[in-house]
């Protein structure tokens, strides 16, 4: 194993690459500091600390330099990009028109789309293998040739393999996928883009964003009973509705963000592309160290643990907020408050992730609007909640 | 990972035993790859799902399936009753024997396993040691993959007397724009993953009819893509009205490759969703909004669109519309949002465009052409 090292650093997310991150993570959240006079945010930290060294090169005068939510442009350079089966063909077709021989920066594709349901996983996989194959041959060799890590159909989903493989705290990813944000579970900036954008970034180019607002989501207090982490983002996203969190970064911090898992953590930050928003955020702790340990990247955790204050908000805005909900608006440009020991389960729909209601009023709901009652198929899994924990829990209520 | 792991620790046998199909350790039904040949064309049915997706015909290609999401832990209960009228915090469900018990609230789950993760089969690839002798192959008469052809730079004109291939009302999504489910095959083939265009979309003027619009060279209604194939062969461009958060949803950029390469011009829309913007732009269509959100009911059926005085592009400026109405002329004004650098992508025709030639002119002055 150790001696092809050198070589799988490439497309892999290792501890070389992450203290390069922390490096640079360090030095501009240091130099932002100098004009902007007030504590930073998470999301700030990592912005920042992922901004292309053209900002600091051209003149500016100094206040130029305090970047404006929903005005500037800033161009930023990715750690990682993520591409899946269905999207990622034409990734690498706009790769291949680009004439480059290797991609720039460490990228991985997934095959996990083209499969479909019909009977049962194997069967179903085996048929995929069959009809897909000359879609996964193309995927497969373009990878190998353009030092690209292939994840062959069965794999499992893009969103959960990336958690448990590439994802790291204080990261910055793009992925042609847009639940790509699971990755902020583990306290990455994780963003959906067009195929196009991540060619351009697979072939050296910064990555260009409208510099985001912030969504303040300050939790307190513990799930209990039926209430799982998806009713906080099911609860969050009937509140924004679907174009509520547009050109924003949902920062989510507090003392009940703690008592989360850090799969419950990516389940809330994968659905946050409901409301349209850029990415979510976690700040980093003990159940991300945790996650991390046990998935074998414990040197990852070591690095983190050793950074805590650059993958974590300042403490003074929690305690300013606290003291008074006003100061806020310093920070974030809206603040939501849930406390999640009196959160109650939502449900939410038909045809809309935002038309919600708690359990408690859903058969009123239901009789209001003539739905039928009967249920035709249950399915769970899936990218936002496919986690041990969701499992374990399933299966409790099953027994 | 999770999916070895369950089956070592029981989590997979327990649903199994209340009659839990296993599918694929894939995305399948949360994307539209779900084949449900039980169910009858049209018939309205529920289903719940721990997904994060339900706009219509998401699943399983059915716009008539209604889909609602909760937790796992809900999803489970809901399927043990089997209506959606359950409380499973306040009421009973009845035993095969008959007695009636309440289901107990599921106790805190581990997320670490107490015997750790079990590692899957090995599927993993690594990038090939000798790149240069790696071969990509596109089979010529494939239907699946095709290589691109870069799409035409601007050529500097205003675009005058423009039709309207669809003006869509409410809700337009990237699955709207551009659906998956069995679409999914051609998101390698261009031409062939346009015959899909717009498919979803409500059409303003003929509100029953989804995915269907007035050709306006011969008064027929058809398809979207039919009629976009249609102006696309006579050289004709086109234009695309939409509503209010006009391409929500995924990132895929299909939804801006396809119109593009049918001969889009513009989409103009009364406001849109973030990735879906820098799509459209980065495809070199030109994205732009109304100034007033409601001159979007003063666009006509049979109106023929210009947009003037395009070489004064620049950051923030307005843009002026001319509306050819059949009985009289009108004039709105529309806004952009772009930047100096994404001007340079409409000029181009596409970001794609400058990269290729920044990547040729580099190769150039590195003298490795």
Not at chain 1, 164 to 193: K, R
Not at chain 2, 100 to 113: G, S, V, Y
Not at chain 2, 220 to 229: N, T
Request: glycine share 8%; with cysteine; proline share 5%.
């Amino acid at each position: 194993m150790s001696n092809i090292v050198q070589k799988i650093e490439a497309e892999n997310t290792t501890t070389n690459l992450i203290g390069r991150v922390y490096q640079k993570l360090q030095n501009n959240i240091l130099k932002y500091r100098k004009v902007i006079d007030r504590p930073l945010t998470l999301s700030e930290k990592i912005l920042i600390g992922h901004l292309d060294k053209s900002f600091y090169s051209s003149s500016h005068g100094d206040n130029d330099l305090v970047l404006q939510p929903s005005k500037d442009y800033v161009l930023l350079n990715p750690d990682r990009v993520a591409l899946q089966d269905v999207t990622g063909q034409m990734t690498i077709l706009q790769f291949i028109q680009a004439g480059l021989k290797r991609t720039a920066i460490p990228t991985t594709v997934h095959c996990d789309h083209l499969i479909q349901a019909r009977v049962e996983g194997k069967s179903d996989t085996k048929a995929a293998l069959y009809e897909n194959n000359e879609v996964y041959k193309f995927l497969e060799s373009a990878s190998r040739k353009y030092g690209i890590g292939f994840w062959r159909p069965g794999s499992g989903i893009i969103h959960q393999v990336v958690l448990e493989n590439y994802a790291f705290p204080g990261g910055l990813m793009i992925g042609t996928d847009s639940h790509t944000p699971n990755a902020g579970g583990l306290g990455m900036l994780a963003m959906g883009v067009g195929g196009l954008d991540a060619a351009e970034v697979m072939a050296g180019l910064p990555w260009e964003i409208l510099y985001p607002k912030r969504i303040g989501v300050y939790l307190k207090g513990k799930l209990n009973g039926w209430t799982a982490p998806k009713d906080i983002i099911l609860y969050v996203t009937s509140k924004l509705t679907v174009s509520g969190g547009t050109n924003a970064i949902v920062e989510y911090f507090g003392p009940g963000a703690k008592t989360i898992s850090c799969t419950g953590k990516a389940t809330i930050t994968n659905m946050g592309a409901e409301i349209g928003a850029t990415c979510s955020v976690f700040p980093y702790d003990n159940a991300m160290e945790t996650y991390l340990r046990s998935t074998k990247r414990g040197s990852i955790a070591d690095l983190a643990d050793k950074y805590r204050n650059l993958l974590t908000p300042d403490s003074e805005i929690e305690q300013e907020i606290e003291e008074n909900r006003d100061n806020a608006i310093k920070y974030f440009d809206q603040l939501i408050e849930i406390n999640l020991s009196e959160l109650e389960p939502y449900i939410v729909g038909p045809h809309s992730p935002d038309l919600g209601r708690p359990i408690s009023k859903m058969a009123e709901d239901l009789r209001n609007n003539n739905y039928i009652d009967a249920i035709s198929v249950s399915l769970i899994g899936s990218c936002t909640n496919s986690s041990y924990e969701d499992m374990s829990r399933a299966a409790d209520v099953a027994k | 990972m999770i999916r070895a792991t369950i089956e070592r620790d029981g989590q997979m046998q327990l649903l199994k035993d209340i009659g839990a199909n296993v599918l694929a350790n894939a995305c399948g039904p949360c994307i539209g790859q779900w084949n449900r040949p039980e169910l009858k064309r049209g018939e309205p049915n529920i289903i719940v799902t721990s997904y994060n997706r339900n706009f219509p015909g998401r699943n399983d290609g059915r716009r008539e399936t209604m889909n609602f999401i909760g937790s796992p832990e809900l999803v489970i209960a809901f399927a043990l009753a089997g209506r959606l009228s359950f409380n499973p915090l306040k009421d009973t469900l009845v035993a095969n024997d008959g007695t009636k018990f309440k289901l107990n609230p599921p106790k805190t789950a581990p997320e670490i396993p107490e015997n750790g993760f079990e590692d899957s089969m090995d599927t993993y690839v690594a990038p090939a040691d000798d790149p240069d002798s790696v071969k990509i192959i596109i089979n010529k008469d494939s239907n699946r993959l095709q290589l691109l052809e870069p799409f035409t730079k601007w050529n500097g004109k205003d675009f005058e007397n423009l039709p309207i291939l669809a003006k869509v009302k409410g809700k337009c999504t990237t699955d709207h724009i551009s659906p998956a489910g069995p679409w999914l095959m051609y998101r390698g083939h261009l031409d062939k993953l346009s015959d899909n265009l717009l498919l979803g979309a409500v059409n303003a003027y003929h509100e029953g009819k989804i995915g269907m619009g007035k050709d306006m060279l011969n008064s027929k209604i058809e398809s979207f893509a039919h009629i976009a194939r249609e102006y696309k062969e006579k050289g004709l461009k086109w234009i695309i009205i939409g509503d209010e958060n006009y391409g929500e949803g995924s990132s895929r950029e299909h939804a801006a490759m396809t119109p593009r390469y049918l001969g889009c011009a513009a989409v103009i829309v009364k406001s849109f969703a973030r990735i879906h913007e820098t799509n459209l732009k980065k495809q070199g269509i030109l994205a732009l909004t109304f100034s007033n959100p409601l001159d979007y009911d003063k666009i006509m059926e049979d109106d023929r669109i210009s947009l003037v005085n395009l070489d004064e592009l620049k950051p923030n400026s307005s843009i002026k519309c001319i509306l050819n109405h059949t009985n009289g002329v009108e004039t709105i004004t529309l806004n952009h949002s772009y930047n100096e650098s994404q001007i340079e992508w409409f000029r181009a025709g596409s970001a794609l465009n400058i990269l290729r030639s920044n990547e040729e002119k580099g190769a150039v002055d590195k003298g490795t052409k």
